[in-house]
Protein backbone atom coordinates (compact mmCIF):
# COMPACT_ATOMS: atom_id res chain seq x y z
CA UNK A 1 0.00 0.00 0.00
CA UNK A 2 1.06 3.53 0.15
CA UNK A 3 3.25 4.39 2.88
CA UNK A 4 5.79 7.47 4.11
CA UNK A 5 8.86 7.30 5.73
CA UNK A 6 10.89 10.02 7.63
CA UNK A 7 14.02 10.09 9.30
CA UNK A 8 13.26 9.71 13.24
CA UNK A 9 13.99 12.78 15.63
CA UNK A 10 14.48 14.50 17.01
CA UNK A 11 17.16 16.79 14.98
CA UNK A 12 18.63 19.02 16.91
CA UNK A 13 20.61 21.50 15.13
CA UNK A 14 23.15 24.99 15.79
CA UNK A 15 21.66 28.39 14.23
CA UNK A 16 22.51 28.82 10.68
CA UNK A 17 23.43 25.29 10.20
CA UNK A 18 22.08 23.10 6.55
CA UNK A 19 19.18 21.06 7.44
CA UNK A 20 17.78 17.91 5.48
CA UNK A 21 14.80 15.85 7.05
CA UNK A 22 14.71 12.32 4.32
CA UNK A 23 11.40 11.34 3.35
CA UNK A 24 10.76 8.30 0.88
CA UNK A 25 7.64 7.14 -0.29
CA UNK A 26 5.91 4.26 -1.37
CA UNK A 27 2.94 4.64 -3.84
CA UNK A 28 0.50 3.28 -6.58
CA UNK A 29 0.88 5.53 -9.08
CA UNK A 30 2.23 9.44 -9.09
CA UNK A 31 0.82 11.43 -6.18
CA UNK A 32 1.40 14.66 -4.70
CA UNK A 33 3.98 15.26 -2.35
CA UNK A 34 3.86 17.60 0.60
CA UNK A 35 5.60 18.95 3.54
CA UNK A 36 3.74 20.09 6.76
CA UNK A 37 4.53 21.77 9.45
CA UNK A 38 3.51 21.66 12.89
CA UNK A 39 4.81 25.04 15.45
CA UNK A 40 4.60 24.38 19.09
CA UNK A 41 0.61 24.54 20.15
CA UNK A 42 -0.20 25.27 16.39
CA UNK A 43 -2.00 23.26 13.94
CA UNK A 44 -0.74 21.60 10.83
CA UNK A 45 0.67 24.09 7.92
CA UNK A 46 1.32 23.29 4.78
CA UNK A 47 4.94 24.18 3.93
CA UNK A 48 5.65 23.28 0.53
CA UNK A 49 4.42 20.49 -2.23
CA UNK A 50 5.34 19.14 -5.48
CA UNK A 51 2.70 17.96 -7.87
CA UNK A 52 4.91 15.86 -10.34
CA UNK A 53 8.37 14.60 -10.97
CA UNK A 54 11.48 16.97 -10.89
CA UNK A 55 9.22 19.38 -9.44
CA UNK A 56 10.95 21.69 -6.63
CA UNK A 57 8.18 23.21 -4.23
CA UNK A 58 10.23 25.55 -2.21
CA UNK A 59 9.17 28.29 0.81
CA UNK A 60 10.52 29.96 3.58
CA UNK A 61 13.99 29.53 2.55
CA UNK A 62 13.20 25.61 2.43
CA UNK A 63 13.20 23.13 -0.31
CA UNK A 64 12.60 19.65 -1.63
CA UNK A 65 12.45 18.08 -4.84
CA UNK A 66 10.32 15.38 -6.30
CA UNK A 67 12.36 12.10 -6.91
CA UNK A 68 10.99 9.56 -9.07
CA UNK A 69 14.07 7.64 -9.36
CA UNK A 70 14.51 7.49 -5.81
CA UNK A 71 11.11 7.53 -4.40
CA UNK A 72 11.98 10.72 -2.22
CA UNK A 73 11.22 14.02 -0.97
CA UNK A 74 13.71 15.21 1.07
CA UNK A 75 13.50 18.78 2.99
CA UNK A 76 16.31 21.52 2.98
CA UNK A 77 17.27 24.45 4.02
CA UNK A 78 20.32 26.28 4.13
CA UNK A 79 20.12 27.89 6.96
CA UNK A 80 18.22 27.10 10.06
CA UNK A 81 16.97 29.42 12.56
CA UNK A 82 15.52 28.96 16.21
CA UNK A 83 12.01 29.91 15.13
CA UNK A 84 12.25 27.20 12.47
CA UNK A 85 12.22 24.88 15.57
CA UNK A 86 9.09 22.31 14.93
CA UNK A 87 8.07 19.03 13.69
CA UNK A 88 8.09 18.11 9.93
CA UNK A 89 5.52 15.91 8.60
CA UNK A 90 5.95 14.30 5.07
CA UNK A 91 2.61 13.08 2.92
CA UNK A 92 1.96 12.22 -0.04
CA UNK A 93 -1.98 12.03 -1.56
CA UNK A 94 -3.36 8.40 -2.07
CA UNK A 95 -6.07 9.43 -3.95
CA UNK A 96 -6.25 12.34 -6.58
CA UNK A 97 -10.31 12.12 -7.10
CA UNK A 98 -10.50 13.33 -2.88
CA UNK A 99 -6.73 14.06 -1.89
CA UNK A 100 -6.97 11.98 1.09
CA UNK A 101 -2.89 12.47 2.57
CA UNK A 102 -1.03 9.96 4.14
CA UNK A 103 1.93 11.28 6.56
CA UNK A 104 5.36 10.03 7.81
CA UNK A 105 5.37 9.76 11.76
CA UNK A 106 7.01 13.32 11.69
CA UNK A 107 10.47 14.42 12.66
CA UNK A 108 10.95 17.44 15.58
CA UNK A 109 13.60 19.78 14.36
CA UNK A 110 15.13 21.96 17.60
CA UNK A 111 17.51 24.50 16.43
CA UNK A 112 19.49 26.05 19.56
CA UNK A 113 20.93 29.78 19.37
CA UNK B 1 -10.11 35.45 7.07
CA UNK B 2 -11.06 32.68 9.65
CA UNK B 3 -9.37 29.30 9.68
CA UNK B 4 -10.82 25.56 10.83
CA UNK B 5 -12.17 25.60 13.81
CA UNK B 6 -12.61 22.30 16.01
CA UNK B 7 -14.43 22.15 19.41
CA UNK B 8 -13.70 21.60 22.48
CA UNK B 9 -9.86 21.95 22.69
CA UNK B 10 -9.80 19.15 25.22
CA UNK B 11 -12.15 16.62 25.70
CA UNK B 12 -11.12 14.21 29.05
CA UNK B 13 -13.81 11.35 29.67
CA UNK B 14 -14.29 8.42 31.37
CA UNK B 15 -14.19 4.99 29.52
CA UNK B 16 -17.76 3.42 27.75
CA UNK B 17 -18.78 7.60 27.48
CA UNK B 18 -19.89 9.04 24.12
CA UNK B 19 -18.53 12.00 22.57
CA UNK B 20 -18.86 14.37 20.39
CA UNK B 21 -15.94 16.53 18.35
CA UNK B 22 -17.26 19.35 15.80
CA UNK B 23 -15.58 20.72 13.11
CA UNK B 24 -16.19 24.60 11.42
CA UNK B 25 -14.10 23.84 8.17
CA UNK B 26 -13.02 27.26 6.30
CA UNK B 27 -16.41 28.68 4.52
CA UNK B 28 -16.60 27.36 0.91
CA UNK B 29 -14.19 24.56 1.23
CA UNK B 30 -17.03 21.34 0.42
CA UNK B 31 -14.35 18.68 0.99
CA UNK B 32 -13.55 17.61 4.91
CA UNK B 33 -11.59 15.38 6.60
CA UNK B 34 -10.87 13.62 9.60
CA UNK B 35 -7.91 12.44 11.15
CA UNK B 36 -6.27 11.42 14.36
CA UNK B 37 -2.80 12.13 15.58
CA UNK B 38 -1.38 9.20 18.45
CA UNK B 39 1.12 10.74 20.17
CA UNK B 40 4.94 10.87 18.70
CA UNK B 41 2.92 9.55 15.17
CA UNK B 42 1.71 11.56 11.59
CA UNK B 43 -1.97 11.99 11.28
CA UNK B 44 -3.92 9.23 10.33
CA UNK B 45 -6.76 9.29 7.73
CA UNK B 46 -10.42 8.22 9.16
CA UNK B 47 -13.20 9.97 6.97
CA UNK B 48 -13.73 12.09 3.93
CA UNK B 49 -16.93 14.36 3.10
CA UNK B 50 -17.54 16.13 0.02
CA UNK B 51 -20.60 18.09 0.51
CA UNK B 52 -22.64 16.28 3.21
CA UNK B 53 -21.99 12.50 2.06
CA UNK B 54 -19.04 10.39 2.91
CA UNK B 55 -16.99 10.19 0.11
CA UNK B 56 -14.58 7.13 1.86
CA UNK B 57 -14.73 6.19 5.10
CA UNK B 58 -12.15 3.22 4.96
CA UNK B 59 -10.13 4.94 7.65
CA UNK B 60 -12.46 4.60 10.78
CA UNK B 61 -11.02 1.94 12.87
CA UNK B 62 -14.31 0.17 13.75
CA UNK B 63 -17.99 0.84 13.75
CA UNK B 64 -18.06 2.84 17.33
CA UNK B 65 -16.88 5.82 15.14
CA UNK B 66 -19.31 8.00 12.97
CA UNK B 67 -19.54 11.21 11.24
CA UNK B 68 -21.71 13.05 9.57
CA UNK B 69 -22.02 16.72 7.58
CA UNK B 70 -25.62 17.34 7.52
CA UNK B 71 -25.74 21.15 5.43
CA UNK B 72 -22.52 20.45 4.11
CA UNK B 73 -20.43 22.65 6.69
CA UNK B 74 -19.85 21.67 9.91
CA UNK B 75 -18.93 18.12 11.02
CA UNK B 76 -19.38 16.35 13.96
CA UNK B 77 -17.04 12.97 14.68
CA UNK B 78 -19.37 10.64 17.25
CA UNK B 79 -17.69 7.80 19.69
CA UNK B 80 -19.91 5.59 20.91
CA UNK B 81 -18.64 3.23 24.10
CA UNK B 82 -14.89 5.37 24.38
CA UNK B 83 -11.80 2.80 25.22
CA UNK B 84 -8.33 4.32 26.74
CA UNK B 85 -6.99 3.34 22.90
CA UNK B 86 -9.17 5.95 21.61
CA UNK B 87 -7.13 8.88 23.54
CA UNK B 88 -5.24 10.43 20.77
CA UNK B 89 -5.62 14.37 18.69
CA UNK B 90 -8.70 14.47 16.75
CA UNK B 91 -7.53 16.55 13.56
CA UNK B 92 -10.10 18.00 10.58
CA UNK B 93 -9.37 19.89 7.37
CA UNK B 94 -10.52 21.50 4.78
CA UNK B 95 -9.98 22.06 1.10
CA UNK B 96 -11.11 23.37 -1.96
CA UNK B 97 -13.40 20.58 -3.78
CA UNK B 98 -11.00 18.17 -2.68
CA UNK B 99 -8.64 18.39 -5.89
CA UNK B 100 -5.19 16.77 -6.18
CA UNK B 101 -3.38 19.17 -5.32
CA UNK B 102 -5.74 21.33 -3.50
CA UNK B 103 -3.93 22.22 -0.13
CA UNK B 104 -5.38 20.68 3.35
CA UNK B 105 -6.36 23.73 5.89
CA UNK B 106 -6.00 22.33 9.59
CA UNK B 107 -7.70 23.02 12.57
CA UNK B 108 -5.84 22.77 16.26
CA UNK B 109 -7.43 19.72 16.85
CA UNK B 110 -9.63 17.94 19.85
CA UNK B 111 -7.42 16.40 22.53
CA UNK B 112 -9.02 13.74 23.59
CA UNK B 113 -8.19 11.81 26.42
CA UNK B 114 -9.96 9.08 27.66
CA UNK B 115 -9.65 7.92 31.86
Known amino acids: GNSVTQMEGPVTLSEEAFLTINCTYT??????LFWYVQYPGEGLQLLLK?????DKGSNKGFEATYRKETTSFHLEKGSVQVSDSAVYFC????????????FGGGTRLMVKP | GAGVSQTPSNKVTEKGKYVELRCDPI?????LYWYRQSLGQGPEFLIY????????DSGLPNDRFFAVRPEGSVSTLKIQRTERGDSAVYLC?????????????FGNGTRLTVT
Open chain 2, 93 to 105: ASSFKGQGSSPLH
Open chain 1, 27 to 32: ATGYPS
Open chain 1, 50 to 54: ATKAD
Open chain 1, 91 to 102: AQNTNNAGNMLT
Open chain 2, 27 to 31: SGHTA
Open chain 2, 49 to 56: FQGTGAAD
